[in-house]
């Protein structure tokens, strides 16, 4: 069964705590990236990787950070400097950056309070 | 220049309308135009994309219209349900020039009420 995996769907922290979202494909894609969405608010990027220990800032990387330490791999670390990180987080991937068919995981509620 | 503008923000059709929904870009070197369906609670789904060697694409009861000259393309439903009901998000991406990842759209909300 191909595809992305997020977990847990839901995850609730408490204000001040650090927490990692999962993200793995067996897709065998290059690329992996991860997206913020709030209501009205489309998607935004925050972090993506094109190969293995490689990774780029997207447009609101402040708050977060991630690792690419295997291909099928790219968790995403939410700190305590993130001021609003209450949000539904997207995990994507695509053969390629430019171009190619990008396909998301199922998201994570992260609740923190 | 890498911003999507799409619009209408929300949209409400009865079933068997053809919603349309818009989208603008000022960067000429986007050479790549899918369209995503999202449902509540739900990951996007890659819907139908299109390359601008073509006007129009069809898949199934949707199109995608591209009108290069103008940097717009579009997505119409056609006999719409409610099962249509969804948050429909337009990107864009260069193709082989870099490594830019797809920008996107800020979604439509659309719901075909019976």
């Known amino acids: 069964d191909g595809g992305i995996t997020q977990s847990p769907k839901y995850l609730f922290r408490k204000e001040g705590q650090n927490v990692t979202l999962s993200c793995e494909q067996n897709?065998?894609?290059?690329?992996m990236y991860w997206y913020r969405q709030d209501p009205g608010q489309g998607l935004r990027l925050i972090y993506y990787s094109q190969i293995v220990n490689d990774f780029q800032k997207g447009d609101i990387a402040e708050g977060y950070s991630v690792s690419r330490e295997k291909k099928e791999s790219f968790p995403l670390t939410v700190t305590s400097a993130q001021k609003n990180p209450t949000a539904f987080y997207l995990c994507?991937?695509?053969?390629?950056?430019?171009?190619?068919?990008?396909?998301f995981g199922p998201g994570t509620r992260l609740t923190v309070t | 220049q890498q911003q999507v503008k799409q619009s209408p923000q929300s949209l409400i059709v009865q079933k068997g309308g053809i919603p349309i929904i818009n989208c603008a870009y000022e960067n000429t070197a986007f050479d790549y135009f899918p369209w995503y369906q999202q449902f509540p609670g739900k990951g996007p789904a890659l819907l139908i994309a299109?390359?601008?060697?073509?006007s129009e694409k069809k898949e199934g009861r949707f199109t995608i219209s591209f009108n290069k000259s103008a940097k717009q393309f579009s997505l119409h439903i056609m006999d719409s349900q409610p099962g249509d009901s969804a948050t429909y998000f337009c990107a864009a991406s260069p193709m082989n020039s870099g490594n830019t990842p797809l920008v996107f759209g800020k979604g439509t909300r659309l719901s075909v009420i019976a």
């Open positions: 299109i390359r601008p060697d073509v």
């Open positions: 994507a991937s695509s053969m390629g950056t430019s171009g190619t068919e990008q396909y």
């Open positions: 897709l065998n894609h290059d690329a």
